[in-house]
């Protein structure tokens, strides 16, 4: 019976070729991607200085791109909220940097504290909103890079729930 603690490697792996990579310039897989907005999550030397509050819309500024990628940062004050939506072709990586979002789908209801992170395919239909009594701050990854955001009808009135602007492209 084989387990991991059966695994041994012979001899010297760097000798291996074929499983020694280059290093990327630019992530290319959804565990690339991760990797990038957790490494820009724990740096806050490269986001935290930018963020801003506004009352009447949420906040957001592009903080990165590459080649076909893109990196947002977004503020939330309480009550703000995306509106049901869509990502059109775009997969995504969303992580909650600060406080406290609710994500909405027609599965369910989730909160999503500091650190938490969501992959989702493209035509992910969600809705997130900032429901707690402090700001929240979100990075997003958008690959390739976001160029629509379809707006949904909620379906039910837990969706509808939320309130304050969407904003064009740049959102959850």
């Given at each position: 019976m084989n387990s991991d603690s059966d695994l041994q490697i012979a001899g010297d792996i760097l000798?291996?070729?074929?499983?020694?990579?280059?290093?990327?310039?630019?992530?290319?897989?959804?565990?690339?991607?991760?990797?990038?907005?957790?490494?820009?999550?724990?740096?806050?030397?490269?986001?935290?200085h930018l963020v801003r509050y506004d009352a009447t819309t949420r906040w957001y500024h592009r903080l990165r791109t590459g080649p076909g990628y893109?990196?947002?940062?977004?503020?939330?004050v309480p009550g703000q909220g995306s509106g049901l939506h869509d990502h059109g072709r775009s997969s995504g990586v969303l992580t909650v940097l600060e406080g406290t979002l609710t994500e909405r789908t027609e599965r369910g209801t989730r909160a999503l504290g500091a650190g938490a992170e969501r992959v989702f395919a493209p035509r992910y239909a969600h809705e997130v909103v900032n429901d707690a009594l402090e700001p929240a701050v979100s990075?997003?990854?958008?690959?390739?890079?976001?160029?629509?955001?379809?707006?949904?009808?909620?379906?039910?009135?837990?969706?509808?729930?939320?309130?304050?602007?969407?904003?064009?492209?740049?959102?959850?």
């Open positions: 000798e291996v070729p074929h499983l020694l990579q280059a290093p990327r310039e630019h992530p290319a897989t959804v565990a690339e991607f991760v990797g990038l907005a957790r490494s820009i999550a724990a740096d806050r030397s490269q986001w935290e893109e990196v947002w940062l977004l503020s939330w990075l997003h990854v958008y690959y390739p890079a976001l160029t629509e955001m379809p707006m949904h009808e909620p379906r039910c009135s837990a969706a509808a729930t939320a309130n304050g602007p969407v904003d064009a492209v740049a959102t959850a």
